[in-house]
């Protein structure tokens, strides 16, 4: 025989194979041998889960355009709005009347 068949769990359509896992494990939780990850495990795969994520710098690089994108959603809508604006000029006035106040003194 050259090749292999594909029998029982593997020759099952990824849907059927999904429930079948998923009987299992609430069996397991039923029972009690379920696996339930400490905080510490859960913390140790997150981390691993991160490097592995990590080192596909393509992806990385996506990730971080697309957060630059969102952090300055708005902001920049008018390139004089940022010098028009009421709290820069407040900021500006309180400033030269405080510094005219002490060279007056």
Same mark, same amino acid.
């Given at each position: 025989?050259? #090749?292999?068949? /594909?029998?029982? %769990?593997?020759?099952?359509?990824?849907?059927?194979?999904? +429930?079948?896992?998923? =009987?299992?494990? =609430? &069996?397991?939780?039923? =029972?009690?041998?379920?696996?339930? %990850?400490?905080? +510490?495990?859960?913390?140790?795969?997150?981390? /691993? #889960?991160?490097?592995?994520?990590?080192?596909?710098?393509?992806?990385?690089?996506?990730?971080?355009?697309?957060? #630059?994108? $969102?952090?300055? /959603? #708005?902001?920049? /809508? $008018?390139? *004089?709005?940022?010098? $028009?604006?009421? &709290? *820069?000029?407040?900021?500006?006035?309180?400033?030269?009347? %405080?510094? *005219?106040? +002490?060279? *007056?003194?």
């Amino acid at each position: 025989m050259t #090749g292999k068949s /594909k029998r029982g %769990f593997a020759s099952m359509d990824q849907a059927k194979q999904r +429930e079948i896992a998923s =009987k299992g494990g =609430k &069996a397991a939780h039923q =029972k009690g041998t379920a696996h339930e %990850f400490t905080s +510490e495990e859960a913390r140790e795969a997150g981390r /691993k #889960g991160g490097e592995a994520v990590s080192r596909d710098r393509a992806h990385m690089a996506a990730i971080g355009r697309e957060g #630059g994108k $969102n952090s300055h /959603k #708005g902001s920049r /809508k $008018n390139s *004089n709005s940022e010098e $028009n604006s009421p &709290a *820069n000029e407040s900021i500006g006035e309180n400033y030269s009347d %405080f510094s *005219n106040s +002490e060279a *007056n003194s």
